[in-house]
């Protein structure tokens, strides 16, 4: 009997088993060329993984932080599935679904209990939020009749809000450096003990106890005494952000992942989830604070289980390009991350009011580098105003960072709510004060990007990335999508350059309608696109499809 080869990906996770298991910049920068080697070779494989080129999925981000929390976002989903899916998103990535500490006002990731989807009387209320399981399930059900894929968010790092307090042996650290102990180890007391009370065994009889975590930031005998406490017989994670030393401790009681009972449960949550709620993938929250090595197992667990390729992308906010080589390496190539560094150089673009250099947008990001790894993204429920990483992205800018990661080959885009409806809140800000927010919805151009999204962004891609200000590229069709697309953008003044669409003597109409003129190419299938200043403009072939855009003039 021959024996069988080791697929690529498998290839891929014992070279970097091999790499270590601190973040150093050495390792970061062993990781960053090792998988660029590894993609050089493994890149048709890849590919066979990932959707077909003539599928331009798009995922929304379904909430933001400040949705309301009157328990009618279930409700919500299902009226507008429909409409969601004739705009063009396949995927929706939805909040955490189970009960938090903030019990019907917990956004999910404070979580309590991950198998109340809104069903029991806990943390003060039954519905979560968002709603109840039952409307939480019958909304999933019915994007899923309209072609919506759904991916849940997976809170695996911390737990909160324990039903009672225990008594352990720990050794308190500095919060600022979990490499040097503040203290010897000493009898503790602290809220570690979940027994689910009026959730009892349904779903899972698992109860928690402190010998399920590592560690604490609080000790009821010391309560004026800053530190993280770690159980006397544990260690920290290692496969985890540097940043304070070791970034496993994030917050709550931070889950053990080299507990048995505790990989047990959660795999088995992840099961229930795909039978009971049939979720069609998973958003990973705060995978910097677990083990690297946690999902992947995770993910042949379940990719065993439903006998099926799952889609996961994980949440590693960072804007250094080596670590989230690192990450994507140490997965064996079968984890997508989001492209903070992108979004981080949206944010920096929209401050320097058309004094960044446009020519420089995708450096350092996955979408230049690993494309076939990127969720890229414009902001998200962290980087908005008032959260924790705030990093705006101004709205004049939004449009054309849309246009990117909309229009664009490379990477999986997410839109985020709030930019697609709007918003408007208030919060405290860290500086003490109240502040009212106002999002902009940028709906009506959204709307217009993914029609061109679906109907035009295919085939060969030329880029024109020569210009301080303005930049372009083209999108020459393909056989089941032959109609051509030329993308022009500013962050300075109008502009224009010369970009070949392979069509020659065709008529081009800027479907965005900031440019009215229409445009015609040459013998050779060029023209000379334009765009106005600190805009936009999408060129597209003209035929039939373009009837569906009202107050086009054709």
């Not at 929706?92 to 019907?104: D, E, N, Q, T």
């Not at 946690?294 to 250094?320: I, M, P, Q, S």
């Not at 580098?369 to 990093?391: G, I, K, M, R």
């Amino acid at each position: 009997m021959p024996i069988a080869m080791p697929s690529p990906f498998q290839t891929l996770k014992e070279q970097f088993s091999a790499i270590g298991k601190n973040l150093d910049a050495e390792t970061r920068d062993t990781a960053k060329y090792a998988l660029q080697d590894w993609l050089g070779t493994n890149a048709a494989a890849i590919a066979d993984k990932k959707a077909p080129a003539e599928f331009n999925g798009t995922m929304m981000q379904w909430f933001h932080w400040y949705i309301p929390a009157d328990g009618t976002h279930w409700l919500k989903l299902k009226a507008d599935a429909k409409e969601l899916a004739a705009a063009g998103f396949t995927a929706l990535w939805l909040p955490p679904a189970y009960k938090g500490i903030g019990g019907s006002y917990d956004v999910g990731y404070g979580v309590y209990d991950w198998f109340d989807l809104g069903e029991f009387e806990q943390r003060d209320t039954i519905r979560t939020k968002y709603g109840t399981k039952d409307e939480y399930v019958d909304a999933v059900q019915t994007c899923r009749q309209n072609g919506i894929q759904i991916y849940a968010d997976v809170v695996f790092n911390h737990k909160m809000a324990a039903d009672y307090e225990e008594e352990f042996l720990a050794i308190p650290y500095d919060p600022r450096d979990r490499n040097r102990p503040l203290g010897e180890a000493r009898t503790i007391k602290a809220w570690t003990g979940f027994n689910f009370p009026n959730r009892g065994d349904k779903y899972s009889t698992m109860k928690w106890h402190w010998y399920h975590f590592d560690s604490v930031d609080y000790n009821s005998y010391e309560p004026d005494f800053k530190a993280v406490w770690k159980m006397a017989d544990k260690s920290f994670e290692t496969k985890v952000d540097l940043e304070g030393g070791n970034y496993d401790y994030l917050m709550g009681s931070d889950l053990d992942m080299n507990h048995p009972e505790v990989r047990g449960e959660l795999n088995y949550w992840g099961e229930w989830m795909l039978d009971e709620i049939g979720a069609d993938g998973f958003r990973l929250d705060a995978i910097k604070h677990i083990n690297g090595d946690f999902f992947n197992e995770w993910l042949d667990h379940l990719e065993a289980h439903t006998g099926r390729d799952l889609f996961c992308v994980g949440e590693y906010w960072t804007y250094d390009f080596g670590t989230l080589s690192w990450y994507i390496g140490n997965a064996g190539g079968r984890l997508n991350l989001f492209d903070a560094p992108l979004h981080h150089n949206f944010h920096k673009a929209s401050k320097a009011g058309g004094h960044y250099d446009m020519r420089r947008l995708f450096d350092g990001t996955l979408m230049k580098e690993l494309p076939l790894f990127a969720v890229t993204l414009v902001e998200n429920h962290d980087t908005q105003p008032l959260q924790a990483l705030e990093s705006i992205v101004e709205g004049w800018f939004k449009p054309l960072a849309y246009a990117i990661i909309l229009l664009r080959e490379q990477g999986y885009p997410c839109v985020f709510y709030a930019d697609y409806y709007g918003a408007h809140y208030t919060d405290k800000a860290p500086d003490g004060n109240v502040y009212e927010i106002w999002m902009d919805s940028h709906r009506w151009i959204l709307d217009r990007l993914l029609f061109a999204r679906q109907n035009f962004a295919y085939g060969p891609q030329y880029d024109y990335i020569d210009h301080f200000n303005t930049i372009g590229w083209t999108r020459l069709g393909t056989e089941q999508h032959p109609y051509a697309m030329a993308v022009m953008l500013s962050d300075g003044p109008s502009g224009s350059k010369w970009m070949e669409v392979g069509k020659r003597h065709k008529v081009f109409f800027d479907i965005t309608g900031h440019i009215k003129e229409p445009i015609y190419t040459n013998e050779h299938g060029w023209a000379e696109f334009r765009c106005n200043g600190g805009s936009v403009s999408v060129w597209v072939e003209q035929n039939p499809l373009l009837t569906e855009l009202a107050e086009l003039e054709i």
